[in-house]
């Protein structure tokens, strides 16, 4: 079992910036790839962002490529969703996940899941 906890979020005007956390216990955290997804109000669960496990690669939605950053401190056990140039259309609660299939796109392919924190962004 993994237990995922996010924080950071909050409410911020459009173009500030916002660093959301993950912190993770329970099993060895370098053991997983991780994802960000997020669910606006009315939509669906959507991908976002996502890295592997020694943090060498990362993946990024269209929506979010040159704004929002993914990183990962092993040590700390923690991964994170540096978001910048926040628009009101990002406003949604915002899941970590721990990625147990193949690939990292797929919802279906995360395990585990946190709560959430919710992201607002003003106009």
Known sequence: Q????????GLV???????LSCAASGRTFSNYAMGWFRQ????GREFVAAIERGGGSTYYADSVK????ISRDNA??????????????????????????????????YGYWGQGTQV???S
Do not use: H, I, W
């Open 2 to 9: 993994v237990q995922l906890v996010e924080s950071g979020g």
């Open 13 to 19: 005007q459009a173009g500030g910036s916002l660093r």
């Open 40 to 43: 606006g109000a009315g939509k």
């Open 66 to 69: 040159g704004r929002f950053t």
């Open 76 to 109: 700390k056990n923690t991964v994170y969703l540096q978001m910048n140039t926040l628009k009101p259309e990002d406003t949604a609660v915002y899941y970590c996940a721990a990625r147990t299939g193949s690939y990292y796109f797929y919802s279906s392919n």
């Open 120 to 122: 607002t962004v003003s």
